[in-house]
């Protein structure tokens, strides 16, 4: 899934006195509290970190409460989806206007009927919607599905993405693999045949 990326970082935390005892235990907290939220520094979500403790020296910012700022080094993993990035997303909503998804559990992503290409037509099987191919019947959107969408947009403040269908690589991720494997396979037939041949 594209919009993911690792950084390493050198950061400078700082920590209130009172949680001196058990300094990485205060260091993780402040980063901790940084998850889940665009940050403009890293320039994406944070999503996860390793860190480890650069040096033992710390220094003391002086003030009314003065906190002491210890160097950390950081691996971070960031999510920040550009426009025309794909991501990937569980269904969790099919109306005939829309299709709304959750992406990496956190972000929500909606992709509207005028982003949703020609070959998909909204069927109700079930008693359950959902939008079904109509080259391959096989290929259908529904609640659970894990759906791969082009990115139009991200709303860092609410963490929403707006998303397109309208790519011939987007659509449910099993039916894409198998398509693609299939796709492969026949190449290499083909191919193995001309050698022979």
């Known amino acids: ?17 009172s949680k001196s005892r058990n300094v990485f235990k205060a260091i993780c907290r402040e980063l901790s509290a940084l998850l889940f939220q665009y940050n403009e520094t890293f ?10 403790v650069k040096s033992k020296q710390a220094k003391i910012l002086a003030g009314l ?13 960031l999510f920040d989806p550009k426009p025309n990035s794909l991501v990937e997303g569980e269904i969790v909503k099919v ?3 829309s299709i709304h998804c959750i992406v990496l559990g956190f972000s929500a992503a909606v992709v509207t009927d005028v982003d949703i ?10 008693g359950e919607g959902c939008f079904v191919s109509r080259s391959h019947k096989r290929h259908a959107l529904k609640v659970g599905t894990m759906l791969r969408l082009q990115v139009q947009s991200f709303d860092e403040e609410v963490m929403h993405i707006a998303g397109s269908l309208l790519p011939e690589n987007t659509g449910c991720v099993k039916w894409l693999e198998k398509h693609s ?9 083909d ?3 001309r050698k022979i041949a």
């Open 117 to 126: 290409r020609e070959e998909f037509k909204y069927k109700v099987r079930d």
């Open 95 to 97: 109306s005939p206007e």
């Open 43 to 52: 320039d994406g979500v944070l999503l996860a970190y390793d860190a480890t």
């Open 181 to 189: 494997e299939e796709a492969s396979s026949h190449m290499d037939r």
């Open 65 to 77: 409460h003065p906190y002491f700022g210890v160097r950390v080094n950081t691996r971070l993993l």
């Open 191 to 193: 191919n193995k045949r």
């Open 1 to 17: 899934m594209e919009g993911l990326k690792l950084s390493d970082a050198e950061l400078m935390i700082y920590i209130h006195p």
